[in-house]
C-alpha cells in the first residue's frame, strides 16, 4: 500500500479542512446542537495547528518583502468598498419609494428555468439546491484558510503576496461593479425590498430625476420628442425639494444619498444602513467574492477540493438567482468578470517573479561565465572576492533581522486573525 508524503499530506489536510469547515458550518441547519459542540472544537483546531506551525516558518523575509503591497491592497480595496457603499445608496434612493414599489421585476430566463427543475427535479434534488450550503463569509474563510496554508508549505510562499493579490482584485473588481450599475439604474427582484429597508427615503424622486425622466418614462410619444430636440422640454412643474443635512465638508453628499431628519448629523452611519442595496445591482458582488476565492483556491492549491469550491460557487449562483436577490445577468456577469480580473492581475502579483538574491546571482553568474571564457582569472578572484563580502554582511545583517522577524511574525500573525474577525463578524449576515 502507498504511503503519502509529509507534503501530500500537508496538501490534502487544506482540502479536508475545508470541507469540514463547510460540513460543520452547515450543521447549524440540520442539527444546532452538534453544531454548537463541533464548531468550538474545529475552530480550536485549526487555529492551535497554525500557532505550532508558526516558528518552524521559514519564509518571513518574503511575507516582510509582500507586507506593504498587502496594506496598500487593504486600503485600496476599503477606498473601493466606501465608494460602492456611496453608490448603493445613491441608486437606491434617487428615484424615491413610489418607483421601486410601481416597478415590476425585468423578465428573468433563468428564473423560469429554475422553477422549472423544480416540477421536473426529484424532492429531494430541489431541496440540496435550495440549502444554505455556503454564503458570502464561508468563502472569505476558504480563503482565509488558503492564506494561512503557508505554514503547512500546501501553497507557495508568500501568504500576504497572495493575500494582496486578492484584496487588489476585489476593490478593482467592486469599482467596476459601482460604475456598472449606477450606470444604469434597473428595478429589484424584489420589489418589496426598499419600503423595508429604506423606509426612511422620500417617496418622490430625486429633482434630477423629476426633471430628465419622469415626464418621459411612461410617454412613448414624449420619448420620441425628447430624442428629436435632444433637450428635457417638458415643464416639470414645481420641484420638491429634499432635505439638507449638516455634515460640514460633507454635506455634499445629501445631494446623491438622499437623508432625512431621522438619519442623524453622521453619513457614514447612513451609509452602514444600506446593506447591499435595493435595486439591481449588476453584477453581484456575492459572486465576485466567490469566483476570486475558487481561482485563488485552484491556482495556488489545485485539486479534488478546488473543483468542490467551484461546484460551492455554481450552487450559491443558483440560489442568489433562485431566492430573487440577483438577476441571472448579475451572476453570469459577475462569474467571467471575477476569471478575468483574476487572470489581469497575475500580473501585478505573481509568485513566479524572481527574487533580488535570485537576480543578483544571475549577474554575478554571468560576469563568472565571461570571466571564464576569457581565461581572465584576476577578475574571478576578484567576483568570488565580492561575494565572500556580501555574503559577511548578509550574516551581520541576519543577527538583527532575526530580531525583527519575531516581532513581525508575531504582529502579522495576531493582525491577521484580528482581520478576520473583522471580516467574518460584518459579513455574518450575508
Known amino acids: 500500500m502507498r504511503r503519502l508524503s509529509p507534503f501530500q499530506m500537508s496538501r490534502a489536510g487544506l482540502g479536508i479542512a475545508a470541507i469540514s469547515y463547510v460540513v460543520v458550518d452547515y450543521l447549524r441547519y440540520v442539527s444546532p446542537s452538534w453544531h454548537s459542540r463541533l464548531q468550538p472544537v474545529l475552530w480550536s483546531v485549526l487555529i492551535l495547528a497554525v500557532i505550532t506551525r508558526v516558528p518552524f516558518y521559514k519564509h518571513w523575509s518574503k511575507e516582510l518583502r509582500a507586507a506593504i503591497p498587502f496594506l496598500a491592497s487593504i486600503f485600496f480595496m476599503l477606498g473601493a468598498l466606501l465608494f460602492e457603499a ?3 445608496r445613491s ?3 434617487v428615484l424615491g419609494l413610489e418607483w421601486h414599489r410601481d416597478t415590476s421585476p425585468l423578465p428573468d430566463t433563468g428564473q423560469w428555468f429554475l422553477l422549472a427543475l423544480n416540477e421536473n427535479l426529484p424532492d429531494t434534488i430541489v431541496e440540496i439546491l435550495r440549502a444554505h450550503i455556503i454564503g458570502l463569509h464561508h ?7 488558503l492564506g494561512f496554508s503557508v505554514v503547512f508549505d500546501s501553497v507557495k510562499a508568500p501568504g500576504l503576496g497572495l493575500g494582496a493579490r486578492y484584496m487588489f482584485t476585489m476593490g478593482f473588481g467592486r469599482l467596476l461593479r459601482a460604475i456598472t450599475f449606477v450606470s444604469t439604474i434597473l428595478p429589484s427582484a424584489r420589489p418589496w425590498c426598499a419600503s423595508a429597508r429604506f423606509n426612511n427615503v422620500p417617496s418622490y424622486p430625486h429633482r434630477w430625476a423629476q426633471k430628465y425622466y419622469v415626464p418621459y418614462a411612461k410617454d412613448p410619444s414624449a420619448i420620441r420628442q425628447l430624442l428629436h430636440w435632444d433637450a428635457a422640454y417638458a415643464d416639470p412643474g414645481n420641484y420638491i425639494g429634499d432635505y439638507r443635512a449638516d455634515w460640514g465638508p460633507m454635506s455634499f ?46 491556482e495556488a492549491y489545485g485539486g479534488f477540493s478546488s ?33 478575468l480580473l483574476w487572470k489581469m492581475t497575475g500580473f501585478i502579483w505573481s509568485n513566479k ?21 576569457d581565461s581572465d582569472m584576476e577578475t574571478v578572484r576578484r567576483i568570488v572576492e565580492e561575494m565572500k563580502v556580501s555574503l559577511r554582511e548578509e550574516e551581520q545583517s541576519g543577527v538583527v533581522s532575526k530580531k525583527a522577524m519575531t516581532v513581525f511574525a508575531f504582529a502579522t500573525v495576531i493582525t491577521t486573525l484580528g482581520i478576520v474577525i473583522l471580516a467574518l463578524t460584518l459579513t455574518s449576515d450575508g
Open 91 to 93: 441608486v437606491t434612493a
Open 253 to 298: 453628499l445629501s445631494d446623491f444619498l438622499r437623508p432625512s431628519y431621522s438619519d442623524g448629523s453622521s453619513w457614514f452611519a447612513l451609509l452602514k444602513k444600506a446593506g447591499g442595496g435595493c435595486n439591481d445591482l449588476l453584477y453581484s458582488g456575492h459572486m465576485l467574492v466567490a469566483v476570486l476565492t475558487a481561482m485563488a483556491w485552484t
Open 353 to 373: 517573479r524572481k527574487s533580488k538574491q535570485t537576480v543578483r546571482l544571475e549577474k554575478i553568474q554571468n560576469r563568472l561565465i565571461h570571466a571564464a571564457k
Open 307 to 339: 473543483a468542490l469550491i467551484w461546484l460551492l460557487v455554481a450552487h450559491s449562483a443558483q440560489r442568489e438567482i433562485r431566492e430573487r436577490h440577483h438577476y441571472s445577468v448579475d451572476c453570469v456577469v459577475a462569474i467571467y468578470v471575477g476569471i
Open 86 to 88: 456611496l453608490c448603493v
Open 139 to 145: 468563502f472569505l474563510m476558504l480563503f482565509v484558510m
